[in-house]
């Protein structure tokens, strides 16, 4: 494997140096997308947020600022990006305003009803096993719970379906077969927003 596919592979699960530099480019490279994405949250004053497949941390950062009143737990299954987010968000985390813990979307250690609002950026790309993860999510959502899913590829772009290629596990999805999952598992109300420009999507969804 070449030095450029072992550098994008670690965008799966960030390791060693090269996914240390994955992380530093997530936080910055997604910045304006995640950005768009929160943009289209829905109204609501979430007490309890989980971010799943935290990254480098800078979402699960954001997030406490656009919800004062609430408390954020970020997860991820690779030990560097627990670390990398930690370090990002010390000063949160000495608030206790946010926790940071390694947990993997197939099985999620939180008891039913936990979250107001679950977020996956950039992430379902490489949860296996779609549907049983987003009826994890379901889950641990309380009952008018919102999960929100923002991605850079609507699953149908040259630039997404090259990476897919080259990246072991990953997976692009369209917004109809996001959407179809997302009810097939239990969610009621689902939405979506399309970037005017850009393949940037956002699916919302209320358990």
């Keep these: 494997m070449g030095l450029f596919r072992k550098f994008v592979n670690n965008t799966r699960k960030p390791e060693g140096l090269l996914g240390s530099i994955m992380i530093w480019g997530m936080n910055v490279g997604h910045a304006r997308m995640a950005k768009w994405g929160m943009n289209h949250f829905p109204q609501m004053d979430p007490k309890t947020i989980l971010d799943i497949g935290c990254g ?100 149908t772009d040259i630039e997404g379906q090259k990476y897919e290629k080259i990246i072991k596990g990953m997976k692009n999805y369209t917004v109809p077969q996001i959407m179809d999952t997302l009810y097939a598992t239990g969610f009621g109300s689902v939405q979506s927003f399309h970037h005017e420009t850009r393949p940037w999507i956002i699916v919302i969804a209320e358990k």
Excluded at 115 to 121: E, K, S, V
């Design 56 to 155: 480098g941390g800078r979402n699960a950062s954001e997030l406490l600022k656009k919800y004062q009143n609430a408390t954020l737990t970020a997860i991820d299954y690779s030990p560097l990006s627990v670390a990398k987010t930690k370090a990002y968000n010390r000063r949160l985390m000495e608030q206790k305003r946010c926790i940071v813990q390694e947990a993997n979307v197939v099985s999620l250690p939180f008891e039913n009803g936990a979250f107001d609002l679950a977020t996956a950026f950039e992430t379902i790309y490489f949860w296996p096993d779609l549907p049983r993860c987003f009826i994890e999510v379901r889950r641990i959502l309380k009952n008018r719970g919102y999960f929100c899913i923002v991605s850079e590829s609507d699953g």
